[in-house]
């Protein structure tokens, strides 16, 4: 399997990005595209030890940064390393695309550049996020701030999938985000969305509190982009919070640390099932070929994690799957309403 990887996306690029890359070679049997600064790559390579081995570096001299407008990567900065990256997926060069760069660029040239699977309205983020038991998919997280109910049953039937064939949870279920769990809570767009979920075939458990979540109430928790990015950070914010306190408790005194050392197995374990780095980021789904978002702070242990879930998804045919799943639906997905389409 070959993975193109965008070696200048993130805040670490490209140390920390070719770090993880060769973790991920050894470990997971694959090979990776890079595209990006080749001499940079080599010089960043050699001053800290990396190997290169069944790396290919494609030179390509520009860089969208974080800060630049999404359509840059249209316009402006189509010689990227994520623009030529993408083209090289499109092109058939390798089996998956990854950046830890802007994240709007992203979704733009993802849709642009290599498309949606048809049928498909909109490319969704879809991080996967730990719960009190295992994980969770959370879909949309900031790729449609704004969102038809039509889109977010795609969406629970995407996730859906994701689920079973990359998280190997059979027949998850799937629960709308709302501010109350009554069929009649919330707005226009949840109560047509309630309804077609309802009747969409899949495991649709119902409406569910953003204060349940974290509580194993669901595996697919489906949304807007607005509402799933504002859970995805608040979750985010107070893992982090939590295990800052639990920190400073256990190192408070000289009898706290004595009992910090009896648990630290147990500390230990719940870190690292708090830590969102041990999922590395998210899948675009809805796109016609195997694109992922790493976070955009990732060091190498986040962006190997993020390598070793691609490599599931490209394993488990989740694009070809959904791809099928939604072309099997009696209601013609094909016709898109006026507007709706991201080229315009």
């Known amino acids: 399997m070959k993975i193109i990887v965008d070696a200048f996306g993130g805040d670490n690029a490209p140390l920390e990005i070719l770090k993880g890359c060769a973790q991920a070679v050894e470990e997971l049997d694959i090979d990776i595209l890079l595209t990006g600064r080749e001499d940079e790559i080599r010089q960043v390579a050699k001053e800290n030890g990396i190997s290169l081995n069944r790396m290919q570096i494609i030179d390509v001299p520009d860089v969208i940064t974080m800060e630049e407008h999404a359509g840059e990567i249209m316009k402006s900065k189509s010689n990227s390393s994520m623009a030529e990256g993408l083209r090289r997926l499109t092109a058939g060069e390798g089996d998956a695309f990854i950046s830890a760069g802007n994240s709007g660029a992203l979704v733009v040239g993802a849709t642009l550049i290599v498309k949606r699977i048809k049928g498909i309205k909109r490319i969704a983020f879809a991080p996967v996020m ?11 997280c900031g790729a449609n701030v704004e ?12 996730g859906s999938i994701y689920m079973q064939k990359v998280m190997n949870i059979q027949n998850p279920r799937v629960a ?6 009554e069929e009649h809570k919330g707005g226009a767009l949840q109560h047509e969305a309630y309804a077609m979920l309802k009747d969409s075939g899949l495991n649709f458990t119902g409406n569910i509190e953003a204060r349940d979540i974290p509580l194993d109430a669901g595996d697919v928790i489906v949304t807007d982009g607005f509402t799933g990015n504002s859970i995805l950070k608040t979750y985010e914010g107070v893992a982090i919070l939590l295990m800052g306190k639990l920190k ?12 910090a050392a009896i648990v630290l197995k147990d500390i230990k374990a719940l870190k690292k099932t708090m830590d969102y780095n041990e999922y590395g980021g998210a899948p675009l789904m809805g796109c016609a070929k195997p694109v992922f978002k790493a976070h955009g702070s990732a060091k190498a242990k986040t ?22 799943s939604i072309a099997g ?3 013609n997905f094909e016709k898109t309403a006026d507007g709706e389409d991201a080229e315009e």
């Open 130 to 140: 730990p719960k009190k038991e295992g994980c969770f998919m959370l879909i949309d």
């Open 147 to 158: 969102c038809k109910p039509d889109m977010l049953r795609q969406f629970g039937v995407m």
């Open 176 to 181: 709308l985000a709302n501010v109350g769990t």
């Open 248 to 259: 400073e408790i256990f190192t408070k005194s000289s009898l706290n640390k004595l009992a």
């Open 303 to 324: 962006f190997y994690n993020a390598l070793r879930l691609l490599k599931a998804y490209v394993s488990g045919g989740v694009v070809d799957e959904i791809a099928s």
């Open 329 to 331: 639906y009696k209601e």
